[in-house]
């Protein structure tokens, strides 16, 4: 038992030697997936921007929802209510996104 969790243990080191080795290897052939950014300020404005996407997509998304919504409602006053509520949120929303991006565009224009 105890010679075969010392093989174990060693094959584990062995593999895990080999995939950092490898890793390595392959590492300096990739370019950087980041592209040119050469401080951590760019790093948290690229994210910041990034989740700014992703939300105005989201957005973009609860509107085409709340409209097939209303749409659907078929004079189902609940489904036209719920579909109102969802693109009131949505725009709701928007604002949001985009006052934060205007302020934090206004930040990082400060601090450069």
Avoid at 62 to 83: C, E, H, K, P
Wanted: proline content about 3%.
């Amino acid at each position: 038992m105890i010679q075969t969790t010392s093989r174990l243990k060693k094959i584990i080191a062995l593999s895990t030697t080999f995939c950092f080795a490898f890793a390595l290897k392959v590492h300096a052939a990739l370019p950087n997936p980041l592209g040119s950014i050469n401080s951590p300020e760019d790093l948290i404005a690229n994210v910041i921007q990034t989740i700014l996407g992703l939300t105005g997509s989201v957005a973009l998304f609860m509107f085409v929802y709340g409209g097939i919504m209303w749409l659907t409602s078929a004079g189902n006053q609940d489904r036209v209510s719920r579909g109102r509520q969802i693109l009131v949120w949505a725009t709701i929303g928007l604002v949001v996104i985009f006052s934060s991006y205007a302020i934090l565009k206004e930040i990082f224009d400060t601090l450069q």
